[in-house]
């Protein structure tokens, strides 16, 4: 059985950084797309990022490009979000997630999810 835990969120300042992690169980296909997504209150989940696991490749949501970084470690079942320049409008929770195969970051074709964990971003 697939699990999905994150860690990592927190609040900060505008123009911080923060590290997000999602350790990922049931995982025994190596050929998974694995995403980030959030969800602010009164709005619809946004997808921030993916990654496949097969080749590494990625794909960012253009909210998030050139200010966030998607990267797995295979070894270690783990998968990171970096979030740097951080703005109030990043605040939301943040969830991981999982599909088999190759997905575009759209929430729907993920049926695997993480808890969430909350993002603030202080102005």
């Known amino acids: 059985q697939v699990q999905l835990v994150e860690l990592g969120g927190g609040t900060v300042q505008a123009g911080g950084s923060l590290r997000l992690s999602c350790a990922a169980s049931?995982?025994?296909?190596?050929?998974?797309?694995l995403g980030w997504f959030r969800q602010a209150p009164g709005k619809e989940r946004e997808g921030v990022a993916s990654?496949?696991?097969?080749?590494?490749?990625?794909f960012y949501g253009d909210s998030v490009k050139g200010r966030f970084t998607i990267s797995l470690d295979n070894a270690k079942n783990m998968v990171y979000l970096q979030m740097d320049s951080l703005k109030p409008e990043d605040t939301a929770m943040y969830y991981c997630?999982?599909?088999?195969?190759?997905?575009?970051?759209?929430?729907?074709?993920?049926?695997?999810w993480g808890q969430g964990t909350q993002v603030t971003v202080s102005s």
């Open positions: 997630a999982a599909v088999n195969g190759v997905r575009f970051l759209v929430a729907g074709h993920y049926n695997y």
């Open positions: 049931g995982l025994f296909d190596s050929s998974y797309t």
């Open positions: 990654i496949y696991t097969a080749t590494g490749s990625t």
